[in-house]
């Protein structure tokens, strides 16, 4: 058994290409699962949607993602309803599969973050505003939103890495994104020393990336706090 | 659909037996890495917080699932190289799926526990370990009678969240081949046409396992926040 180094150095640009599909899951299914979480979000605080948003987020949070994505791209194609409804088109697809199984399950834990959130916003903030006579419109744009973010951003980069790691379950929907490259290479290979830990070291890289950036955002929204 | 189900209960029972198994196997682990770990991090050894700290960031920062190939397809060729030196003759030797992933899966979330387990020991009061030392107690029986005692109870609600993780990255080691509820669920789904109803199976057992988890660690939560209920 010997580590095969230039065998590593071969296969990286091989897996680099397979960043492009990891990439666009992510970017996807980060912009869905925020509109999912503040749908969500929204409907938890209504009278009558309330109940289906709290079973939506029970059961993709209690639940696995390989499960979820099973459920989409073998199991919903299993209705006639599906197959002739004018979403077929993508749906067919195993990118939009991930996507939406990806978006779906993030936008779950991040409505839960959001809750967090709103939770830790003061009662009496709300009747400070009710004092000064602000709209309902601008208590969330001006008080509201802006602590909640600030509250949130921690967990939400967490998040933005747990999803970025979930991408990788690509590739039992038949998509290449770098961890199905690096199946694929050490199909043909049978080194998995080598190939898996290249791949590795790209999430690890990514990873850093996403915790740079929040970490750069967390400074920024905490400025009024530094002297 | 309810026939069909029925049909496939028997292998959705053991499926789902498998999975305790693997999840009971995966728990004492992953509480072992992370205490490891987390004695690790806060040790005085320099070699040893490093080690521990590449453990952490390495594991918590590639996906689970890479982690699961890479042990499972290493392990093999690892092990048939240590068989051949020993016995020349022997031609392949491998992990059960089940090992390789109670393995990797406990290595993933212990690096998670590591965390929690540390912070949680940061939260005993020093005075404590101290006062300890002064009655003569050995060291093991300080770890043992006045920081365990006094962590798990700050680090119950994080690793609850962990035991949840654990539950749901089970379902990854069907991928690998172990036949569990997935793996019936792929063989079920195949012969009777019906995927949907057969993973919404899966998902709704995986459901029930969650909850209970939930439900546990929230009793326990409890139990260890006992005395102060008292003082109250």
Same mark, same amino acid.
């Given at each position: 058994?010997?580590?095969?180094?230039?065998?590593?150095?071969?296969?990286?640009?091989?897996?680099?290409?397979?960043?492009?599909?990891?990439?666009?899951?992510?970017?996807?299914?980060?912009?869905?699962?925020?509109?999912?979480?503040?749908?969500?979000?929204?409907?938890?605080?209504?009278?009558?949607?309330?109940? !289906?948003?709290?079973?939506?987020?029970? @059961? @993709?949070?209690?639940?696995?993602?390989?499960?979820?994505?099973?459920?989409?791209?073998?199991?919903?194609?299993?209705?006639? @309803?599906?197959?002739?409804? !004018?979403?077929?088109?993508?749906?067919?697809?195993?990118?939009?599969?991930?996507?939406?199984?990806?978006?779906?399950?993030?936008?779950?834990?991040?409505?839960?973050?959001?809750?967090?959130?709103?939770?830790? &916003?003061?009662?009496?903030?709300?009747?400070?505003?009710?004092?000064?006579?602000?709209?309902?419109?601008?208590?969330?744009?001006?008080?509201?939103?802006?602590? &909640?973010?600030?509250?949130?951003?921690?967990?939400?980069?967490?998040?933005? &890495?747990?999803?970025?790691?979930?991408?990788?379950?690509?590739?039992?929907?038949?998509?290449?994104?770098?961890?199905?490259?690096?199946?694929?290479?050490?199909?043909?290979?049978?080194?998995?020393?080598?190939? @898996?830990?290249?791949?590795?070291?790209?999430?690890?890289?990514?990873?850093?990336?996403?915790?740079?950036?929040?970490?750069?955002?967390?400074?920024?929204?905490?400025?009024?706090?530094?002297? | 659909?309810?026939?069909?189900?029925?049909?496939?209960?028997?292998?959705?029972?053991?499926?789902?037996?498998?999975?305790?198994?693997?999840?009971?196997?995966?728990?004492?682990?992953?509480?072992?890495?992370?205490?490891?770990?987390?004695?690790?991090?806060?040790?005085?050894?320099?070699?040893?917080?490093?080690?521990?700290?590449?453990?952490?960031?390495?594991?918590?920062?590639?996906?689970?699932?890479?982690?699961?190939?890479?042990?499972?397809?290493?392990?093999?060729?690892?092990? +048939?190289?240590? /068989?051949?030196?020993?016995?020349?003759?022997?031609?392949?030797? #491998?992990?059960?799926?089940?090992?390789?992933?109670?393995? /990797?899966?406990?290595?993933?979330?212990?690096?998670?526990?590591?965390?929690?387990?540390?912070?949680?020991?940061?939260?005993? #009061?020093?005075?404590?370990?101290?006062?300890?030392?002064?009655?003569?107690?050995?060291?093991?029986?300080?770890?043992?009678?006045?920081?365990?005692?006094?962590?798990?109870?700050?680090?119950?609600?994080?690793?609850?969240?962990?035991?949840?993780?654990?539950?749901?990255?089970?379902?990854?080691?069907?991928?690998?081949?172990?036949?569990?509820?997935?793996? $019936?669920?792929?063989?079920?789904?195949?012969?009777?046409?019906?995927?949907?109803?057969?993973?919404? +199976?899966?998902?709704?057992?995986?459901?029930?396992?969650? $909850?209970?988890?939930?439900?546990?660690?929230?009793?326990?939560?409890?139990?260890?926040?006992?005395?102060?209920?008292?003082?109250?």
């Amino acid at each position: 058994m010997s580590f095969d180094i230039p065998l590593m150095a071969l296969s990286f640009p091989r897996l680099l290409e397979g960043l492009r599909m990891t990439l666009s899951l992510l970017a996807v299914s980060l912009v869905f699962g925020l509109l999912i979480a503040l749908a969500t979000s929204f409907a938890r605080n209504t009278r009558w949607l309330s109940w !289906p948003a709290e079973a939506y987020v029970y @059961f @993709f949070r209690g639940t696995p993602l390989l499960v979820q994505l099973f459920m989409i791209y073998f199991g919903l194609p299993q209705s006639e @309803f599906i197959r002739t409804s !004018p979403l077929w088109p993508l749906l067919r697809e195993p990118f939009w599969c991930m996507c939406l199984a990806l978006s779906l399950n993030n936008g779950a834990y991040v409505a839960e973050i959001i809750r967090g959130g709103l939770l830790g &916003v003061g009662k009496g903030l709300k009747e400070a505003c009710w004092a000064l006579g602000l709209s309902r419109f601008h208590r969330l744009r001006f008080v509201t939103a802006p602590i &909640v973010l600030r509250l949130c951003l921690p967990a939400y980069g967490n998040e933005i &890495v747990s999803l970025l790691k979930s991408t990788a379950l690509a590739s039992t929907v038949t998509l290449l994104d770098v961890t199905g490259i690096a199946r694929t290479i050490v199909a043909e290979t049978f080194s998995p020393y080598e190939i @898996f830990i290249s791949a590795a070291l790209i999430y690890l890289v990514l990873t850093f990336l996403v915790q740079t950036i929040v970490a750069h955002f967390e400074i920024r929204l905490n400025r009024h706090a530094q002297r | 659909m309810l026939e069909e189900l029925w049909r496939w209960s028997g292998p959705f029972l053991q499926g789902s037996l498998v999975i305790l198994l693997v999840f009971l196997v995966s728990l004492v682990l992953t509480v072992i890495w992370g205490l490891i770990g987390a004695s690790a991090k806060l040790s005085n050894n320099r070699v040893a917080r490093g080690a521990a700290n590449a453990y952490t960031v390495i594991f918590r920062g590639t996906p689970e699932f890479l982690v699961l190939l890479l042990l499972y397809f290493g392990s093999a060729i690892t092990l +048939t190289a240590l /068989a051949k030196l020993l016995w020349p003759e022997t031609r392949f030797v #491998d992990l059960s799926p089940f090992w390789a992933g109670s393995i /990797a899966i406990s290595l993933i979330v212990g690096a998670a526990a590591t965390e929690t387990f540390r912070g949680a020991f940061l939260g005993v #009061d020093q005075g404590q370990v101290e006062a300890g030392r002064a009655l003569g107690l050995r060291r093991f029986q300080v770890f043992m009678l006045i920081r365990l005692p006094q962590m798990w109870r700050l680090a119950l609600p994080s690793f609850g969240n962990h035991l949840n993780s654990l539950v749901k990255d089970t379902a990854l080691i069907s991928v690998i081949g172990l036949q569990e509820i997935m793996f $019936t669920a792929d063989m079920a789904a195949s012969t009777n046409s019906m995927p949907f109803a057969m993973y919404f +199976t899966v998902a709704l057992i995986y459901l029930a396992f969650t $909850t209970v988890v939930t439900a546990v660690i929230r009793r326990l939560e409890r139990r260890a926040n006992h005395f102060m209920l008292a003082a109250r």
